[in-house]
């Protein structure tokens, strides 16, 4: 049997607690948790036989149980922190598309691009995966009331999961910043939402400084459980390829859990055997919300965090990212990549995307319009098989896309016509002679 425990990533530190420990920091140093493994194939005389592994998840997309038709929670093997007998929450999360995207990639510079959109899960966005993970975790330690600090998909995904699974959740929002649509997410799952302080940063420093004293489970990506959830993307990508690496796979990069999470994953599938090299990792952030990228730029050792993020794609409007030890980690063992990109680079891949017939958030287009900027910069080969991340759906954000439509974009598209035939025929004409 596989055996889970947490331990400080921390260099000098390594301190090892048991998976019920409740606080999300090392009591040592202060550094983040990783859940760490020591897998059943590890031990003297139980040799992993990759090709039945590889067998058994494929053969679970038939079953209809519930642990089984989840894309996380298929690929239990590699994340046994769960007791046998634990009750899972899960709906039905992941088994997300990989579509090629051959257009979106001609104009990010000549690249073979997919897309794996994780848009298309429950709440719409990638952190379902994270959330029945750490939510699964909360039930298991006896935890009754979860609370998370968003900038609105969190809070969505957090929601429902906690409906789910029977307990209360309490969400803290920068007061005005965060989309209708995601709020409406939380509302509707009966979530009691608390709009506080300026921007993500200020909610998340507020929503820490009482959690522990009122009891709250924490489930931000400071969760090292959430991680484990979202490490999962990069086997369904690589199963969706017939387990061929692509050359890059490129991310978002907001709170840096993404990116923390499909190293980590890469990581276990390469000491396992099911794969022999990995791929590149590139995070993409928006210039005004980019402290990552300035680190990295400046050769700095350390974050210097944002204090007044700016950007309309708000998904990634962090100016602290919490997970960006953990991110570099990541990018180290892949040689991997960090790119920056304004936001009128983020709206026109949002655009080519639509090309392609594909919608997502303004944060997802992020990816595409890193890819294009690297590819110009010589970084990024023409003709690389790339595979970006899209993180929320096209209706995260309705109101922004909106407002970055031109009044002569909305008189082709939006026509008022009379009920009247003659008036409707010239109107149709008008359609017609321009897709003439």
């Known amino acids: 049997m596989s055996t889970a425990y947490l331990r400080c990533m921390g260099e000098d530190c390594r301190q090892e607690y048991p998976l019920d420990h409740r606080e999300h920091l090392c009591e040592r140093c202060g550094n983040l948790l990783d ?43 590699l994340l046994p922190f769960v007791s046998a007998g634990a009750q899972i929450v899960s709906l039905s999360e992941g ?57 609105g998909n969190t809070s969505a995904s957090m929601a429902a999961y906690a409906a789910r699974a029977g307990m209360r959740a309490v969400v803290f929002v920068p007061f005005g910043k965060i989309s209708a649509a995601k709020m409406a997410q939380s509302l509707e799952f009966g979530a009691v939402v608390i709009e506080i302080g300026d921007n993500f940063d200020q909610a998340f420093q507020m929503l820490r400084a009482l959690a ?8 931000n990506s400071l969760n090292p459980f959430r991680l484990e959830g979202q490490k999962t993307i990069v086997l369904e990508i690589l199963e969706q390829r017939d387990w061929r690496v692509p050359d890059y796979i490129v991310v978002p990069g907001g709170n840096l859990g993404n990116v923390s999470a ?45 204090s007044e993020p700016r950007t309309e794609a708000s998904a990634i409007r962090i100016g602290h990212p919490v997970n960006w030890r953990k991110a570099l980690r990541a990018l180290r063992l892949t040689q991997g990549l960090c790119e920056s990109v304004t936001d009128d680079q983020i709206f026109a891949a949002k655009a080519a995307l639509a090309q392609d017939g594909v919608g997502c958030e303004p944060a997802s287009a992020a990816s595409i319009a890193g890819i294009r900027k690297l590819v110009q910069a010589h970084t990024i080969e023409p003709g690389a098989d790339v595979v970006a991340i899209l993180t929320g759906h096209q209706l995260k954000d309705p109101e922004i896309f909106l407002r970055h439509r031109t009044a002569e974009d909305m008189s082709r598209q939006r026509i008022h016509v009379d009920a009247d035939v003659e008036k409707l025929r010239a109107a149709l004409e008008g359609v017609l002679l321009q897709s003439a």
């Open 35 to 77: 859940v760490r493994y020591e897998f059943a194939w590890g031990l003297p005389g139980a040799p992993l036989d990759p090709c039945a592994l590889r067998d058994t998840w494929e053969r679970r997309k038939s079953s209809s149980a519930v642990i089984d038709q989840s894309g996380v929670w298929r690929f239990r093997e």
């Open 95 to 151: 088994r997300t598309p990989l579509v090629d995207v051959a257009r979106t990639g001609d104009w990010a510079g000549g690249v073979r691009l997919a897309i794996k959109h994780q848009g298309n899960n429950p709440t719409g966005s990638f952190k379902d995966l994270g959330m029945t993970a750490c939510i699964t975790q909360a039930a298991a330690v006896g935890s009754r009331v979860t609370a998370c600090a968003s900038t």
């Open 212 to 219: 522990e004293e009122m009891g709250l489970y924490l489930v």
């Open 262 to 306: 499909i190293g980590k994953g890469l990581a276990e599938l390469r000491e396992a055997g099911l794969i022999d090299k990995l791929p590149r990792l590139v995070v993409v952030q928006a210039q005004g919300a980019n402290p990552f990228y300035q680190m990295l730029a400046n050769g700095a050792s350390a974050v210097v965090p944002i």
